[in-house]
Protein backbone atom coordinates (compact mmCIF):
# COMPACT_ATOMS: atom_id res chain seq x y z
CA UNK A 1 0.00 0.00 0.00
CA UNK A 2 1.02 3.60 -0.81
CA UNK A 3 2.22 5.66 2.21
CA UNK A 4 -0.20 8.50 1.71
CA UNK A 5 -2.44 5.48 2.74
CA UNK A 6 -1.03 4.40 5.36
CA UNK A 7 -2.55 4.34 9.05
CA UNK A 8 0.87 5.76 10.30
CA UNK A 9 0.73 9.00 8.51
CA UNK A 10 1.95 11.35 11.21
CA UNK A 11 -0.20 14.89 11.57
CA UNK A 12 0.46 18.02 13.74
CA UNK A 13 -1.78 19.24 16.00
CA UNK A 14 -3.73 21.12 14.13
CA UNK A 15 -4.35 18.25 11.61
CA UNK A 16 -1.80 18.97 8.82
CA UNK A 17 0.10 16.48 7.14
CA UNK A 18 3.84 16.41 9.07
CA UNK A 19 4.95 14.10 5.80
CA UNK A 20 6.24 16.03 3.20
CA UNK A 21 8.98 15.79 0.89
CA UNK A 22 12.27 16.84 2.72
CA UNK A 23 15.18 18.06 0.93
CA UNK A 24 16.46 15.60 -2.17
CA UNK A 25 13.21 14.35 -2.37
CA UNK A 26 13.17 12.14 0.94
CA UNK A 27 10.30 12.25 2.73
CA UNK A 28 10.13 13.45 6.41
CA UNK A 29 12.94 15.56 5.89
CA UNK A 30 13.02 18.95 7.18
CA UNK A 31 10.02 17.76 9.61
CA UNK A 32 11.51 17.77 13.12
CA UNK A 33 8.93 15.23 14.54
CA UNK A 34 10.58 12.66 11.86
CA UNK A 35 13.44 10.60 12.40
CA UNK A 36 15.33 8.02 10.56
CA UNK A 37 14.77 4.45 10.63
CA UNK A 38 18.23 4.26 11.87
CA UNK A 39 17.21 6.60 14.65
CA UNK A 40 13.99 4.56 15.29
CA UNK A 41 15.89 1.64 16.32
CA UNK A 42 18.66 2.60 18.25
CA UNK A 43 16.74 5.17 21.11
CA UNK A 44 17.01 4.18 24.37
CA UNK A 45 13.85 4.32 24.55
CA UNK A 46 12.29 1.81 21.98
CA UNK A 47 14.89 -0.40 23.65
CA UNK A 48 13.57 -0.20 26.96
CA UNK A 49 9.89 -0.93 25.33
CA UNK A 50 8.20 -4.32 25.24
CA UNK A 51 5.53 -5.38 22.76
CA UNK A 52 3.01 -7.22 24.21
CA UNK A 53 0.37 -9.41 21.98
CA UNK A 54 -2.68 -8.79 24.04
CA UNK A 55 -2.53 -4.63 23.16
CA UNK A 56 0.13 -4.16 20.48
CA UNK A 57 1.23 -1.24 22.07
CA UNK A 58 4.86 -0.24 23.22
CA UNK A 59 5.96 1.10 26.55
CA UNK A 60 8.71 3.17 27.32
CA UNK A 61 10.65 3.16 30.49
CA UNK A 62 13.00 5.87 31.32
CA UNK A 63 15.75 5.09 34.20
CA UNK A 64 13.95 7.30 36.58
CA UNK A 65 10.41 5.43 36.62
CA UNK A 66 12.48 1.86 37.46
CA UNK A 67 11.73 2.10 41.05
CA UNK A 68 12.23 -1.50 42.78
CA UNK A 69 7.97 -2.14 42.98
CA UNK A 70 5.59 -4.60 43.09
CA UNK A 71 2.48 -4.13 41.21
CA UNK A 72 -0.56 -5.26 42.19
CA UNK A 73 -4.18 -5.47 40.48
CA UNK A 74 -7.02 -4.03 42.18
CA UNK A 75 -9.88 -6.40 43.84
CA UNK A 76 -13.33 -6.54 43.42
CA UNK A 77 -15.48 -5.06 46.57
CA UNK A 78 -16.95 -8.30 47.05
CA UNK A 79 -13.55 -10.20 48.10
CA UNK A 80 -12.31 -7.65 50.52
CA UNK A 81 -13.84 -9.79 53.64
CA UNK A 82 -11.71 -12.10 52.19
CA UNK A 83 -8.70 -10.07 52.14
CA UNK A 84 -8.81 -8.56 55.56
CA UNK A 85 -10.30 -12.04 57.10
CA UNK A 86 -7.15 -14.10 56.98
CA UNK A 87 -4.33 -11.96 54.93
CA UNK A 88 -1.80 -14.81 54.99
CA UNK A 89 -3.85 -18.19 55.50
CA UNK A 90 -6.47 -19.83 55.22
CA UNK A 91 -9.18 -20.20 52.22
CA UNK A 92 -11.06 -18.55 50.47
CA UNK A 93 -15.00 -18.57 50.02
CA UNK A 94 -17.78 -19.47 52.20
CA UNK A 95 -17.31 -23.03 54.22
CA UNK A 96 -20.42 -25.40 52.88
CA UNK A 97 -22.61 -25.89 56.08
CA UNK A 98 -24.84 -28.76 53.84
CA UNK A 99 -22.47 -31.44 55.36
CA UNK A 100 -22.86 -30.59 58.94
CA UNK A 101 -26.96 -30.60 58.44
CA UNK A 102 -26.97 -33.79 57.13
CA UNK A 103 -24.65 -35.01 59.54
CA UNK A 104 -26.72 -33.99 62.15
CA UNK A 105 -29.65 -35.03 60.83
CA UNK A 106 -28.56 -38.45 61.02
CA UNK A 107 -27.31 -37.69 64.54
CA UNK A 108 -30.83 -36.95 65.28
CA UNK A 109 -31.81 -40.19 64.30
CA UNK A 110 -29.79 -41.66 66.48
CA UNK A 111 -30.48 -39.90 69.68
CA UNK A 112 -34.35 -40.84 68.69
CA UNK A 113 -33.15 -44.34 68.23
CA UNK A 114 -31.23 -44.66 71.57
CA UNK A 115 -34.02 -42.80 72.99
CA UNK A 116 -36.47 -45.32 71.73
CA UNK A 117 -34.49 -48.26 73.71
CA UNK A 118 -34.88 -46.45 77.19
CA UNK A 119 -37.86 -45.87 76.96
CA UNK A 120 -38.43 -49.30 76.14
CA UNK A 121 -36.21 -50.63 78.99
CA UNK A 122 -37.54 -47.75 81.52
CA UNK A 123 -41.08 -46.59 80.50
CA UNK A 124 -40.96 -43.89 83.92
CA UNK A 125 -37.72 -41.77 82.33
CA UNK A 126 -40.72 -39.12 81.12
CA UNK A 127 -41.29 -38.81 84.99
CA UNK A 128 -40.62 -36.14 87.13
CA UNK A 129 -37.81 -37.87 89.08
CA UNK A 130 -35.97 -39.76 86.27
CA UNK A 131 -36.35 -36.89 83.77
CA UNK A 132 -34.99 -34.25 86.33
CA UNK A 133 -31.77 -36.45 87.32
CA UNK A 134 -31.21 -37.15 83.19
CA UNK A 135 -31.84 -33.28 82.11
CA UNK A 136 -29.09 -32.77 85.19
CA UNK A 137 -26.75 -35.50 83.96
CA UNK A 138 -26.83 -34.18 80.57
CA UNK A 139 -26.14 -30.21 82.07
CA UNK A 140 -23.11 -31.28 83.89
CA UNK A 141 -21.59 -33.02 81.31
CA UNK A 142 -22.87 -30.81 78.75
CA UNK A 143 -20.47 -28.13 80.20
CA UNK A 144 -17.71 -30.06 79.93
CA UNK A 145 -18.28 -31.11 75.95
CA UNK A 146 -18.91 -27.05 75.77
CA UNK A 147 -15.37 -26.34 77.38
CA UNK A 148 -14.12 -29.02 74.79
CA UNK A 149 -15.90 -27.75 71.87
CA UNK A 150 -14.59 -23.82 72.28
CA UNK A 151 -11.39 -24.69 72.64
CA UNK A 152 -11.85 -26.77 69.39
CA UNK A 153 -12.93 -24.50 67.49
CA UNK A 154 -9.78 -22.26 68.24
CA UNK A 155 -7.70 -24.68 67.06
CA UNK A 156 -6.50 -25.17 70.84
CA UNK A 157 -8.24 -28.23 72.17
CA UNK A 158 -7.78 -28.51 76.00
CA UNK A 159 -7.17 -31.84 77.44
CA UNK A 160 -7.03 -30.50 81.09
CA UNK A 161 -10.89 -30.55 81.44
CA UNK A 162 -11.27 -33.80 82.88
CA UNK A 163 -8.95 -33.29 86.04
CA UNK A 164 -10.12 -29.56 86.32
CA UNK A 165 -13.88 -31.45 86.40
CA UNK A 166 -12.55 -33.74 89.25
CA UNK A 167 -10.94 -31.29 91.26
CA UNK A 168 -13.93 -29.03 91.53
CA UNK A 169 -15.62 -31.77 92.42
CA UNK A 170 -13.94 -32.74 95.20
CA UNK A 171 -13.79 -29.42 96.53
CA UNK A 172 -17.31 -29.34 96.54
CA UNK A 173 -17.01 -32.61 98.44
CA UNK A 174 -15.26 -31.16 100.90
CA UNK A 175 -17.11 -28.17 101.02
CA UNK A 176 -20.05 -28.38 100.28
CA UNK A 177 -21.52 -27.30 103.16
CA UNK A 178 -20.56 -24.18 103.44
CA UNK A 179 -22.56 -23.32 100.16
CA UNK A 180 -22.71 -23.65 96.40
CA UNK A 181 -22.06 -20.12 95.60
CA UNK A 182 -18.46 -19.91 97.82
CA UNK A 183 -17.90 -23.29 96.68
CA UNK A 184 -18.49 -22.08 92.52
CA UNK A 185 -16.80 -18.78 93.32
CA UNK A 186 -13.61 -20.26 94.46
CA UNK A 187 -13.20 -22.90 91.81
CA UNK A 188 -14.40 -20.75 89.15
CA UNK A 189 -10.97 -18.14 90.54
CA UNK A 190 -9.05 -21.23 90.50
CA UNK A 191 -9.95 -22.43 87.18
CA UNK A 192 -9.61 -18.39 85.48
CA UNK A 193 -5.79 -18.21 87.32
CA UNK A 194 -5.02 -21.78 85.65
CA UNK A 195 -6.69 -21.16 82.45
CA UNK A 196 -4.73 -17.71 82.12
CA UNK A 197 -1.57 -19.42 82.94
CA UNK A 198 -2.36 -22.23 80.20
CA UNK A 199 -2.97 -19.71 77.92
CA UNK A 200 0.25 -17.89 78.18
CA UNK A 201 1.97 -21.31 77.92
CA UNK A 202 -0.21 -21.93 74.43
CA UNK A 203 -0.19 -18.60 72.84
CA UNK A 204 3.10 -16.76 74.18
CA UNK A 205 5.06 -19.65 72.82
CA UNK A 206 2.78 -20.87 69.94
CA UNK A 207 2.64 -24.41 70.58
CA UNK A 208 -0.23 -26.87 70.25
CA UNK A 209 -3.25 -26.32 73.01
CA UNK A 210 -3.13 -29.97 74.23
CA UNK A 211 0.23 -29.63 74.78
CA UNK A 212 0.09 -26.86 77.07
CA UNK A 213 -3.14 -28.18 78.20
CA UNK A 214 -1.47 -31.34 79.64
CA UNK A 215 0.52 -28.94 81.73
CA UNK A 216 -2.57 -28.07 83.70
CA UNK A 217 -4.11 -31.81 84.25
CA UNK A 218 -0.66 -32.19 85.70
CA UNK A 219 -1.36 -29.39 88.18
CA UNK A 220 -4.76 -30.65 88.43
CA UNK A 221 -3.68 -34.36 88.90
CA UNK A 222 -1.22 -32.87 91.79
CA UNK A 223 -4.28 -31.48 93.85
CA UNK A 224 -6.25 -34.36 93.44
CA UNK A 225 -3.67 -36.70 94.35
CA UNK A 226 -3.28 -35.05 97.88
CA UNK A 227 -6.72 -37.28 98.66
CA UNK A 228 -5.97 -40.47 99.60
CA UNK A 229 -9.33 -42.15 99.30
CA UNK A 230 -13.41 -41.16 98.27
CA UNK A 231 -14.73 -38.09 99.52
CA UNK A 232 -17.91 -38.29 100.91
CA UNK A 233 -20.02 -35.65 99.69
CA UNK A 234 -20.72 -32.19 102.54
CA UNK A 235 -24.05 -30.42 102.27
CA UNK A 236 -27.74 -30.92 101.02
CA UNK A 237 -27.56 -29.22 97.03
CA UNK A 238 -29.78 -30.74 95.29
CA UNK A 239 -29.47 -29.77 91.47
CA UNK A 240 -32.47 -31.93 90.44
CA UNK A 241 -34.35 -29.32 91.40
CA UNK A 242 -33.09 -27.03 88.90
CA UNK A 243 -32.85 -29.70 85.89
CA UNK A 244 -35.17 -27.67 83.35
CA UNK A 245 -33.39 -24.59 83.75
CA UNK A 246 -29.64 -26.11 84.01
CA UNK A 247 -30.26 -28.01 80.69
CA UNK A 248 -32.09 -25.20 79.32
CA UNK A 249 -28.73 -23.19 79.98
CA UNK A 250 -26.90 -25.15 78.44
CA UNK A 251 -28.86 -25.72 75.43
CA UNK A 252 -29.07 -22.15 74.66
CA UNK A 253 -25.80 -21.83 75.04
CA UNK A 254 -24.99 -24.57 72.84
CA UNK A 255 -27.10 -23.02 70.10
CA UNK A 256 -25.86 -19.71 70.05
CA UNK A 257 -22.83 -20.65 69.71
CA UNK A 258 -23.32 -23.14 67.05
CA UNK A 259 -25.45 -20.30 65.51
CA UNK A 260 -22.79 -17.07 65.94
CA UNK A 261 -20.07 -20.12 64.49
CA UNK A 262 -22.06 -20.10 60.72
CA UNK A 263 -20.98 -16.38 60.49
CA UNK A 264 -17.84 -16.57 58.34
CA UNK A 265 -15.73 -13.49 60.41
CA UNK A 266 -16.91 -14.95 63.56
CA UNK A 267 -15.62 -18.84 62.68
CA UNK A 268 -12.16 -17.72 61.08
CA UNK A 269 -11.99 -15.33 63.50
CA UNK A 270 -11.87 -17.19 66.18
CA UNK A 271 -10.64 -20.09 64.14
CA UNK A 272 -7.14 -18.02 63.55
CA UNK A 273 -5.49 -20.47 65.67
CA UNK A 274 -6.11 -23.14 63.52
CA UNK A 275 -2.66 -24.52 62.13
CA UNK A 276 -1.87 -23.69 58.77
CA UNK A 277 1.27 -23.51 56.97
CA UNK A 278 3.64 -23.13 59.37
CA UNK A 279 2.07 -24.49 62.51
CA UNK A 280 4.90 -22.96 64.70
CA UNK A 281 3.81 -19.33 62.58
CA UNK A 282 2.53 -17.10 65.06
CA UNK A 283 -0.79 -15.79 63.89
CA UNK A 284 -1.13 -12.07 65.54
CA UNK A 285 -2.23 -10.38 68.44
CA UNK A 286 -6.04 -11.45 67.71
CA UNK A 287 -5.80 -15.09 67.40
CA UNK A 288 -3.58 -15.16 70.90
CA UNK A 289 -6.22 -13.42 72.89
CA UNK A 290 -9.14 -15.18 71.24
CA UNK A 291 -7.23 -18.26 71.88
CA UNK A 292 -6.57 -17.32 75.45
CA UNK A 293 -10.00 -16.57 76.32
CA UNK A 294 -11.24 -20.00 75.07
CA UNK A 295 -9.21 -21.67 77.44
CA UNK A 296 -9.91 -19.38 80.21
CA UNK A 297 -14.16 -20.21 79.55
CA UNK A 298 -13.88 -23.98 79.33
CA UNK A 299 -11.42 -23.90 82.02
CA UNK A 300 -14.57 -22.49 84.02
CA UNK A 301 -16.92 -24.69 82.07
CA UNK A 302 -15.39 -27.65 83.71
CA UNK A 303 -14.87 -26.52 86.90
CA UNK A 304 -18.92 -25.92 87.19
CA UNK A 305 -19.44 -28.95 85.25
CA UNK A 306 -17.94 -30.79 87.90
CA UNK A 307 -19.48 -29.49 90.90
CA UNK A 308 -22.68 -30.25 88.95
CA UNK A 309 -21.83 -33.89 88.72
CA UNK A 310 -20.51 -34.27 92.42
CA UNK A 311 -23.86 -32.22 93.79
CA UNK A 312 -25.71 -34.93 91.50
CA UNK A 313 -24.09 -38.41 92.30
CA UNK A 314 -25.13 -40.25 95.38
CA UNK A 315 -22.11 -41.91 96.46
CA UNK A 316 -18.64 -40.03 97.21
CA UNK A 317 -16.87 -38.44 95.00
CA UNK A 318 -13.40 -40.92 93.48
CA UNK A 319 -10.05 -39.02 93.63
CA UNK A 320 -9.34 -40.08 90.12
CA UNK A 321 -7.02 -38.48 87.39
CA UNK A 322 -9.95 -37.57 85.14
CA UNK A 323 -8.58 -38.59 81.84
CA UNK A 324 -11.87 -40.32 80.67
CA UNK A 325 -14.16 -36.76 80.94
CA UNK A 326 -11.74 -35.27 78.79
CA UNK A 327 -11.88 -37.77 76.36
CA UNK A 328 -15.48 -37.99 76.41
CA UNK A 329 -15.63 -34.09 76.35
CA UNK A 330 -13.64 -33.70 73.49
CA UNK A 331 -15.04 -37.30 71.86
CA UNK A 332 -18.84 -35.26 72.11
CA UNK A 333 -17.64 -32.28 70.74
CA UNK A 334 -15.80 -33.52 67.97
CA UNK A 335 -18.79 -36.14 67.73
CA UNK A 336 -21.42 -33.01 67.36
CA UNK A 337 -19.24 -32.01 63.92
CA UNK A 338 -16.57 -29.72 65.27
CA UNK A 339 -13.51 -29.94 63.55
CA UNK A 340 -10.07 -31.43 65.55
CA UNK A 341 -8.19 -28.77 63.38
CA UNK A 342 -10.77 -25.74 64.98
CA UNK A 343 -12.67 -23.41 62.96
CA UNK A 344 -15.29 -25.60 61.55
CA UNK A 345 -18.27 -26.63 63.46
CA UNK A 346 -22.24 -27.35 63.22
CA UNK A 347 -24.56 -25.87 64.83
CA UNK A 348 -27.18 -28.44 66.41
CA UNK A 349 -24.22 -31.07 66.82
CA UNK A 350 -22.96 -30.19 70.48
CA UNK A 351 -26.46 -30.43 71.49
CA UNK A 352 -27.67 -33.48 70.12
CA UNK A 353 -24.57 -35.10 70.78
CA UNK A 354 -24.61 -34.74 74.77
CA UNK A 355 -28.31 -36.04 74.75
CA UNK A 356 -27.68 -38.88 72.81
CA UNK A 357 -24.67 -39.88 75.45
CA UNK A 358 -26.64 -39.40 78.11
CA UNK A 359 -29.21 -41.20 77.17
CA UNK A 360 -27.02 -43.95 76.40
CA UNK A 361 -24.79 -43.83 79.85
CA UNK A 362 -28.54 -44.02 81.21
CA UNK A 363 -29.45 -47.12 79.00
CA UNK A 364 -26.25 -49.44 79.96
CA UNK A 365 -26.84 -48.77 83.67
CA UNK A 366 -30.54 -49.97 83.30
CA UNK A 367 -29.35 -52.99 81.51
CA UNK A 368 -26.45 -53.34 83.50
CA UNK A 369 -23.99 -53.76 80.12
CA UNK A 370 -21.12 -52.91 82.54
CA UNK A 371 -19.33 -50.82 79.76
CA UNK A 372 -16.69 -48.23 81.27
CA UNK A 373 -16.70 -44.36 80.67
CA UNK A 374 -12.57 -45.09 79.06
CA UNK A 375 -14.18 -47.32 76.28
CA UNK A 376 -17.45 -45.13 75.89
CA UNK A 377 -14.92 -42.45 75.56
CA UNK A 378 -12.62 -43.95 73.21
CA UNK A 379 -15.30 -45.08 70.94
CA UNK A 380 -16.87 -41.59 70.61
CA UNK A 381 -13.67 -39.93 70.06
CA UNK A 382 -12.96 -42.74 67.23
CA UNK A 383 -15.75 -42.02 65.67
CA UNK A 384 -15.47 -38.31 66.14
CA UNK A 385 -12.56 -38.28 64.29
CA UNK A 386 -13.98 -39.85 61.44
CA UNK A 387 -16.54 -37.19 61.49
CA UNK A 388 -13.94 -34.66 61.47
CA UNK A 389 -12.09 -36.26 58.18
CA UNK A 390 -15.87 -36.14 56.88
CA UNK A 391 -16.27 -32.18 57.72
CA UNK A 392 -12.83 -31.66 55.99
CA UNK A 393 -12.91 -32.87 53.06
CA UNK A 394 -17.24 -31.95 51.70
CA UNK A 395 -17.17 -28.96 54.10
CA UNK A 396 -14.40 -26.78 52.37
CA UNK A 397 -15.39 -23.58 50.66
CA UNK A 398 -15.80 -24.25 47.05
CA UNK A 399 -12.70 -23.63 45.15
CA UNK A 400 -12.70 -19.34 44.45
CA UNK A 401 -11.59 -17.79 40.90
CA UNK A 402 -8.22 -16.64 41.49
CA UNK A 403 -8.95 -13.30 39.04
CA UNK A 404 -11.85 -12.74 41.61
CA UNK A 405 -9.88 -13.01 44.65
CA UNK A 406 -6.28 -12.18 44.57
CA UNK A 407 -4.46 -11.04 47.35
CA UNK A 408 -1.07 -12.46 46.82
CA UNK A 409 1.49 -10.32 44.89
CA UNK A 410 3.53 -13.29 43.20
CA UNK A 411 0.12 -13.33 41.03
CA UNK A 412 0.63 -10.36 39.33
CA UNK A 413 0.91 -10.61 36.02
CA UNK A 414 4.39 -8.97 35.79
CA UNK A 415 6.85 -8.52 38.26
CA UNK A 416 9.56 -5.82 38.15
CA UNK A 417 13.34 -7.18 39.82
CA UNK A 418 14.99 -5.28 42.69
CA UNK A 419 16.33 -2.92 39.63
CA UNK A 420 13.07 -2.43 37.59
CA UNK A 421 13.31 -4.49 34.95
CA UNK A 422 10.88 -7.63 34.32
CA UNK A 423 11.12 -11.20 35.09
CA UNK A 424 9.57 -12.38 31.70
CA UNK A 425 9.43 -16.25 33.03
CA UNK A 426 7.70 -15.30 36.80
CA UNK A 427 5.10 -13.44 34.65
CA UNK A 428 4.54 -15.91 32.41
CA UNK A 429 4.09 -19.09 34.29
CA UNK A 430 2.21 -16.74 36.96
CA UNK A 431 -0.65 -16.01 34.47
CA UNK A 432 -0.59 -19.24 33.24
CA UNK A 433 -1.31 -20.93 36.63
CA UNK A 434 -3.84 -18.61 36.96
CA UNK A 435 -5.85 -18.87 33.99
CA UNK A 436 -5.41 -15.46 33.01
CA UNK A 437 -4.54 -14.52 29.48
CA UNK A 438 -0.69 -14.48 28.66
CA UNK A 439 0.80 -11.60 28.09
CA UNK A 440 4.74 -12.56 25.85
CA UNK A 441 6.71 -10.06 26.26
CA UNK A 442 9.23 -9.85 23.43
CA UNK A 443 12.48 -7.62 22.40
CA UNK A 444 11.49 -4.78 20.74
CA UNK A 445 14.62 -4.32 18.53
CA UNK A 446 13.77 -4.06 14.75
CA UNK A 447 15.01 -7.02 12.24
CA UNK A 448 16.94 -6.08 9.81
CA UNK A 449 14.95 -4.27 6.59
CA UNK A 450 14.95 -5.39 3.47
CA UNK A 451 16.73 -3.33 0.76
CA UNK A 452 14.51 -3.78 -2.31
CA UNK A 453 12.41 -1.56 -4.50
CA UNK A 454 9.27 -2.35 -3.05
CA UNK A 455 7.08 0.13 -0.12
CA UNK A 456 8.74 -0.90 2.98
CA UNK A 457 4.86 -0.80 4.57
CA UNK A 458 3.90 -3.26 1.95
CA UNK A 459 2.00 -6.03 3.47
CA UNK A 460 3.25 -8.97 1.31
CA UNK A 461 6.76 -8.36 3.06
CA UNK A 462 7.74 -9.71 6.65
CA UNK A 463 6.06 -7.49 8.69
CA UNK A 464 2.67 -7.67 6.89
CA UNK A 465 -0.16 -10.11 8.01
CA UNK A 466 1.02 -13.10 5.26
CA UNK A 467 4.29 -12.94 6.46
CA UNK A 468 4.11 -13.01 10.01
Not at 176 to 186: A, E, K, Q
Not at 265 to 271: D, E, K, P, S
Amino acid sequence: MAYDDSPYRRRTVDGADAARPGPGGDIGYGDPAYHPDSDLRSTAGHQAGSFTTASFTTAEFTPSERTPRRSRRRRPSQGLDDVFDDPRHGERGRDRLTVHLIWELVLLLVVGGVGYLLYRADPAVLDSPSLDTLLAYGAGLGLLVLGAGVTLRTGAPNLALGPVAVAAALHFAENGDNGVIPVLITVGIWAVLLGVLTAVLVTGLQVPGWAGSLVAACVAVVFIQQRSGPVDVQGGYDPTTHAFYLFGGFAVLALLGGAFGTIKTIRRTVGRFRPVADPADRRGALAAVLTSGAIVVSMVFAAFGGVLLAALGSGPVDPSVGLEWSALALGAALLGGTSVFGRRGGIFGILFAVAGLTIFIRYAELRDLDIALYATAAVTVAVGLAVTRLIETYGRPVPARMDEFDDDPADDGQWQGEHGEQDESRSTTTAWNSGRPVQESWSSTLPAQPTDTRDRWDTNDGWGTNGR
